[in-house]
């Protein structure tokens, strides 16, 4: 009977108490390892890498040579007779103008570029998680003043109702007093609703994992973005994975410009078994085959595929330097971001300090039957304003450092 009850007071119990709730706290650090190991897309990304790999492999085996088993049987319909033979070969086809070097080159900047392009998704995606962990932890620092200013709220109103019950205040200051607790506790609602989208975004980064923050507020005035276009420029895996972009263009070019090339195929082989109609078998013989092909015309093709090339590498070239103008306009954006981030917040922390001793102040006028209700109401609703954006305006210097990390590719660098 006991379990049967515990059971069913089980659902009720998640509802109240998420499983979330139960999870130890993560440091941020702890956060970002924890992505790098359960985030799907970069885990896709791996196998991808994986694949190219061993597609460039494949693609290489025409380059070495081969070992072949053939039999070949022959019947006369009309007689009684037939040849039958077994060859045992090595081939290799050789192609005259060197092209070999240039394909395996090719590939093997295909298998660079898909390396630098994971490592840029690390540093975006890992840029993401700690802008994620960030948000969760700023929520979880509203939430806590949500609670403290509904927690004084209540007192105010038991004070309230306390005067009211001795006659000294009207009906209407008691209906005033529990407005303003129920206006705190849809505020709360709200901040722990934000929370809780917060550990969600949160858990989707990390594959599922049901995750929280330490909650602690940051002391971020003395830090610096650290900001540099060009360390930006040696450092970031995108500009890297462009550069080899380019590289493998110039070289796709040589190797389309290498289409009407000549090539030889060369064969030694062994005759394992051979009937020709004879009264005896036969085998054992060795032979050499080499075949020379000079292609004269291939309808335009190889024309075609070079100017394809010689455009694709202009391309590349283009995407370069757009990338060069994006990377300078990111830098200068975070530059300006963090010095007005920077301002703001000492402006907020300075209303915030000021609004905090005026409800003091109007706490204990009105507590003492001083001050009037409509002061009280008004210092609170200006700590609250106050709060919000205190921590709001601390939640953008904060993300303004990891936006100066994912431009920087620290994040990459921290992670691999």
Not at 184 to 211: C, D, H, T
Not at 342 to 347: C, P, Q, R
Not at 358 to 365: C, D, N, Q, W, Y
């Amino acid at each position: 009977m006991k379990f049967s009850m515990f059971f069913a007071a089980l659902p009720a119990f998640l509802f109240l108490f998420p499983l979330t709730a139960f999870s130890a706290p993560l440091s941020e650090a702890q956060y970002l390892a924890l992505v790098m190991e359960r985030n799907n897309d970069l885990a896709a990304v791996r196998q991808e890498i994986d694949a190219r790999l061993f597609s460039a492999r494949a693609e290489l085996s025409v380059q070495r040579p081969s070992l072949g088993l053939s039999a070949e049987a022959s019947k006369w319909l009309d007689q009684e007779r037939g040849d039958q033979q077994i060859d045992l070969s090595l081939s290799h086809r050789v192609n005259l103008s060197g092209s070999y070097g240039l394909q395996e080159r090719e590939l093997l900047l295909g298998v660079e570029i898909l390396r630098n392009q994971y490592a840029d998704a690390v540093n975006e995606r890992l840029a993401l998680a700690a802008s994620a962990y960030r948000r969760a932890v700023m929520a979880a620092l509203n939430r806590e003043a949500m609670e403290q200013i509904v927690a004084k709220r209540r007192e105010s109103l038991l004070i309230t109702r306390e005067k009211f019950d001795k006659e000294l205040v009207s009906l209407l200051e008691l209906l005033r007093a529990q407005s303003q607790v129920d206006d705190g506790e849809a505020f709360l609602l709200q901040a722990r609703q934000k929370y809780e989208q917060q550990l969600v975004e949160m858990s989707a980064l990390a594959g599922g994992v049901p995750v929280t923050p330490e909650t602690m507020f940051p002391q971020l005035e003395k830090l610096s973005p650290a900001v540099d276009e060009t360390k930006a420029w040696e450092s970031r895996p995108d500009v890297a994975s462009l550069m080899l972009s380019r590289e493998r263009a110039s070289v796709q070019r040589s190797l389309a410009a290498k289409g009407l090339s000549p090539f030889v195929d060369l064969s030694l082989g062994l005759r394992v078994l051979e009937d020709l109609n004879s009264s005896m078998e036969r085998g054992g013989e060795v032979f050499v085959r080499a075949v020379l092909t000079v292609p004269l015309t291939d309808g335009g093709k190889t024309a075609n595929k070079t100017g394809a090339a010689e455009s694709l590498l202009k391309k590349a070239g283009y995407e370069l330097e757009a990338r060069r103008d994006s990377l300078k306009r990111e830098a200068d954006l975070v530059r300006e971001r963090w010095g007005r981030a920077l301002e703001i917040v000492a402006i907020r922390r300075r209303q915030a300090e000021r609004a905090d001793k005026e409800l003091e102040i109007a706490e204990m006028m009105y507590r003492e039957g001083l001050g009037s209700q409509l002061d009280l109401i008004t210092a609170q609703e200006a700590d609250q304003k106050s709060r919000t954006e205190l921590i709001n305006a601390i939640q953008e210097l904060w993300l303004v450092l990891a936006e100066a990390d994912r431009v920087m590719g620290r994040w990459v660098r921290q992670a691999l």
